[in-house]
């Protein structure tokens, strides 16, 4: 699959996606802000990919898919359906090698950094603490599977599931599965 045609598929899922708890209950805004970043970043990966920053169109898209899916595996967006990375083919100009080898490997860091600054938030008694397990088990497994795909000099395969995985946790954050006790500036709070 080419850049464009994953920004489509993103579009597409989009164009699907609703808020699928009532519009007076307390997930509903919880709901309202996952989507509304999954938005955001459509545009923004449709932004740089018109500007020819594919690197940067890659990462967004990755990510907003990854607050799509965590949305819907949350229950607050419907339909249910997942959109884990794929591959890619990103067409990455030469002139912009040095700008994916940069951002891959902070993004490895960060979501390294990120792992270790969050914890589950709700007593273990209930079933949002199985659900941070759950969520941080999905950006843990992501980040392996980037590590791997870095390791093996894949570096577009790699910032699309570091990009995925990081969004499963900022997510989570949203929506009050985790409390952050390290660096709060890693996520979007």
């Known amino acids: 699959m080419i850049l464009d045609d994953y920004g489509a598929l993103y579009g597409e899922a989009l164009s699907l996606a609703g808020i699928a708890v009532p519009e007076e209950t307390l997930l509903y805004r919880a709901a309202g802000e996952v989507l509304e970043m999954a938005i955001a970043y459509h ?10 920053d594919r690197v940067n169109a890659l990462a967004a898209f990755a ?6 899916d965590a949305g819907s595996y949350l229950g607050l967006l419907e339909p249910s359906s997942t959109h884990p990375p794929q591959t890619v083919d990103a067409c990455i100009p030469e002139s912009q090698d040095y700008h ?3 951002k891959t490997h902070r993004y490895r860091r960060m979501l390294d950094a990120a792992l270790a600054a969050v914890e589950a938030a709700a007593d273990e008694a209930s079933p949002l603490h199985a659900g941070a397990g759950e969520f941080y088990s999905a950006a843990r497994t992501w980040y392996a599977e980037g590590a ?3 390791d093996a000099g894949d570096r577009v395969a790699a910032l699309a599931r570091f990009s995925y995985g990081y969004a499963w946790l900022d997510a989570g954050i949203r929506a009050g599965l985790f409390r952050i006790t390290g ?7």
């Open 43 to 52: 545009g923004d990966g449709f932004a740089f990919l018109h500007s020819g």
């Open 63 to 68: 990510y907003g898919l990854g607050w799509l």
């Open 100 to 102: 994916l080898e940069e």
């Open 148 to 150: 791997e795909y870095l």
């Open 183 to 189: 660096d709060r500036g890693l996520f979007t709070v």
